[in-house]
């Protein structure tokens, strides 16, 4: 069974860092693409990053690029996203999601979400 | 980026009946593959979001057959046979042929 469990969400200041993790199981990790998607409080979706298998390409949205890093630990099927100077604009619930072996690619499970707030 | 739209925003249903939200892209959601990259996502209430459709009209595993996927280029829908209570949530449709990946706004479906 595939499993996705967020964890490092919280309260942060603006300009604030934070990194969340995602662990998954239930299948071969390397092989596959990994992305964070987030939604605001009461809103709709919106995909934030995505890295191939094996620590290969990243890619991000518009909105986060050069805050955000993603990266990955395949040894420990692990996913990342290390969000800094954060603003009030990106409080929102952050699912990781797994893809396919390519990116971009529709995404077949989503982990169960985790909650960044940033606010003073 | 490739803009997607939902209608309606909000869709009363009536257990039984059948409904069919509609997702308009941007630009053409088909690849020189042949494959068209668009895909539909329900999100339940307090729940995440679950894959329904992928490539336009495949059923995720375990979907039940009243869900169906259909359209081509830019005009997407999602029908439902017969609505069931278990059906009502918030559905998306999302663009996977290039990033960013991009969703529709969202179309809220809750029992009448």
């Known amino acids: 069974e595939v499993q996705l469990l967020e964890s490092g969400g919280g309260l942060v200041q603006p300009g604030g860092s934070l990194r969340l993790s995602c662990e998954a199981s239930?299948?071969?990790?390397?092989?596959?693409?990994m992305s964070w998607v987030r939604q605001a409080p009461g809103k709709g979706l919106e995909w934030v990053s995505g890295?191939?298998?094996?620590?290969?390409?990243?890619y991000y949205a518009d909105s986060v690029r050069g805050r955000f890093t993603i990266s990955r630990d395949d040894s420990k099927n692990t996913l990342y996203l290390q969000m800094n100077s954060l603003r009030a604009e990106d409080t929102a619930i952050y699912y990781c999601?797994?893809?396919?072996?390519?990116?971009?690619?529709?995404?077949?499970?989503w982990g169960q979400g985790t909650l960044v707030t940033v606010s003073s | 980026d490739i803009v997607m739209t939902q209608s309606p925003l909000s869709l009363p249903v009536t257990p039984g009946e059948p409904a069919s939200i509609s997702c308009r892209s941007s630009?053409?959601?088909?690849?020189?593959?042949?494959?068209?990259?668009l895909n539909w996502y329900v999100q339940k209430p307090g729940q995440s979001p679950q894959l329904l459709i992928y490539?336009?009209?495949n059923r995720a595993s375990g979907v039940p057959d009243r869900f169906t996927g259909s359209g081509s280029g830019t005009d997407f829908a999602l029908k439902i046979s017969r609505v069931e209570a278990e059906d009502v949530g918030v559905y998306y449709c999302?663009?996977?042929?290039?990033?960013?990946?991009?969703f529709g706004g969202g179309t809220k479906v809750e029992i009448e």
């Open positions: 890295i191939y298998g094996g620590g290969g390409s990243t």
């Open positions: 999601a797994k893809g396919e072996q390519w990116l971009p690619s529709h995404f077949d499970y």
């Open positions: 239930g299948f071969t990790f390397m092989n596959y693409a």
């Open positions: 490539l336009a009209s």
């Open positions: 999302m663009q996977s042929l290039q990033t960013p990946l991009t």
């Open positions: 630009q053409s959601l088909l690849h020189s593959n042949k494959y068209t990259y």
